[in-house]
Nanobody, 115 residues
Framework: VQLQASGGGLVQAGGSLRLSCAVARDAFTLKTMAWYRQAPGKQRELAAS???????FYADSVKGRFTISRDNAGNTLYLQMNSLIPEDTAVYYC??????????WGQGTQVTVSS
């Protein structure tokens, strides 16, 4: 499994961005996909996750502003981020977890929110 994240960038507070994560192959082996983020000087944290049956989870800090989704084939993961705030500035990583609980990571994409 290979994951390729894209869609980061610089945006003003209150703006929106959409992240994408393409799964190169064997997407069917992933039971859960997620977006993590790591701000400067902080630990990586889970922002949102989605299972194959589309059950979602959101961290309290992004609930109501971010939406995670997968396409029908499960080959692409999305994160729609609205009402962005400077505290959302971080490197965002897509993650896939297999049925054997093995983790796969994308390369990360930078999101910067200016005040």
């Amino acid at each position: 499994v290979q994951l390729q994240a894209s869609g980061g960038g610089l945006v003003q507070a209150g703006g929106s961005l959409r992240l994408s994560c393409a799964v190169a192959r064997d997407a069917f082996t992933l039971k859960t996909m997620a977006w993590y983020r790591q701000a400067p000087g902080k630990q990586r944290e889970l922002a949102a996750s989605i299972t194959r049956d589309r059950t979602t989870f959101y961290a309290d800090s992004v609930k109501g502003r971010f939406t995670i989704s997968r396409d029908n084939a499960g080959n692409t993961l999305y994160l729609q981020m609205n009402s962005l705030i400077p505290e959302d500035t971080a490197v965002y990583y897509c993650n896939g977890q297999s049925w054997f609980n093995r983790d796969y990571w994308g390369q990360g994409t930078q999101v910067t929110v200016s005040s």
